[in-house]
């Protein structure tokens, strides 16, 4: 999809962080922009201050997904590029944390991704080229203590558009590409308190943006940041589990969540 003029495109979790920077970036690439958000307020300021359409959604609620699909429709025509952002954590040691909130992350992160594809996935097929981005995580690719439930939602999404990229393939789709995201810690607020470990310093969103907006520019299959994280998969298959449990101790990733705090307390 090498030009992003004039394309429809539906951000979840778009009224803050990386959503947020991403609906700029397209709006300065000549896109058509809409920001769906639970947080309605946060929403409607973004959207003004952007100057893109903002619908609310509750990402774990499909007459919520079917209502924001409706009205998205209605305001743009059609949907070139859906991009699956929205997401939360609850760091803290498992048996701290509610069950509620075990469970609303896999709402959130994991089914709310497989809902809201689901509702737009026949408009995107049916355009001549369209794209969906997954924005998972590297934590997806790893244990992480003091995260367990955010790091196996996204262990699950992950797993989703990995699937999904495989079968469009398969049934050949092959104008529908598909993006996973897989960044380290990000200083959108979503992960303060947490350290960033050695050889993955906190990045920049822009630098995010950036890079998921080019991928789909590229029909990249994934974006991977920083660098290291492509090895993550390759240093578990070849290194013995206890030496790979040590890298992952010693560089620091397994005490990472120790001291998070998240946005409430930022
Ligand atoms: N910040 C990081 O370090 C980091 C690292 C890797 C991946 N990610 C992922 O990036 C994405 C964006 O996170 P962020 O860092 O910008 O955090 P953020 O909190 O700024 O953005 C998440 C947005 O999702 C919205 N949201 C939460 N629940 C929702 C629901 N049920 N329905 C609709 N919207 C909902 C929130 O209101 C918020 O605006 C998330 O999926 C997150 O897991 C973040």
């Known amino acids: 999809m090498r030009t992003l003029n004039g394309r429809r495109v539906l951000i979840t979790g778009g009224a803050s962080g990386l959503g947020r920077m991403l609906a700029k970036k397209f709006v300065d690439a000549g896109a058509f922009v809409g920001i769906a958000d639970l947080n309605a307020r946060a929403m409607r300021t973004t959207a003004k201050e952007l100057g893109v359409r903002g619908y609310e959604l509750d990402v774990t609620n499909p007459g919520s997904i079917q209502k924001c699909r409706k009205a998205f429709l209605a305001d743009s025509g059609h949907i070139d590029i859906l991009v699956n952002n929205a997401g939360i954590v609850f760091g803290g040691a498992f048996a701290t944390i509610p069950l509620d909130q075990h469970r609303l992350t896999f709402e959130v992160n994991a089914i709310g991704p497989v809902s809201v594809t689901h509702a737009f996935y026949k408009d995107l097929c049916a355009r001549p080229e369209a794209s969906i981005v997954f924005v998972a995580s590297a934590s997806g690719?790893?244990?992480?203590?003091?995260?367990?439930?955010?790091?196996?939602?996204?262990?699950?999404?992950?797993?989703?558009?990995?699937?999904?990229?495989?079968?469009?393939?398969?049934?050949?789709?092959?104008?529908?590409?598909?993006?996973?995201?897989?960044?380290?810690?990000?200083?959108?607020?979503?992960?303060?308190?947490?350290e960033a470990p050695l050889f993955t310093p906190m990045l920049q969103t822009e630098v995010v943006a950036d890079a998921i907006v080019k991928a789909i520019q590229t029909n990249?299959?994934?974006?991977?940041?920083?660098?290291?994280?492509?090895?993550?998969?390759?240093?578990?298959?070849?290194?013995?589990?206890?030496?790979?449990?040590r890298v992952m101790h010693v560089t620091g990733v397994s005490k990472s969540m120790s001291h998070w705090k998240g946005k409430s307390s930022s």
């Not at 699937?163 to 092959?174: C, P």
């Open 141 to 194: 690719y790893i244990g992480l203590p003091n995260g367990t439930s955010y790091a196996s939602s996204k262990w699950a999404a992950i797993g989703f558009a990995e699937s999904l990229r495989l079968e469009l393939q398969e049934e050949g789709k092959r104008h529908v590409h598909v993006t996973t995201v897989c960044p380290s810690y990000i200083d959108t607020g979503m992960f303060s308190g947490a």
């Open 220 to 245: 990249r299959k994934f974006v991977e940041l920083p660098w290291i994280v492509r090895w993550i998969q390759t240093l578990r298959g070849l290194l013995p589990r206890s030496l790979f449990d």
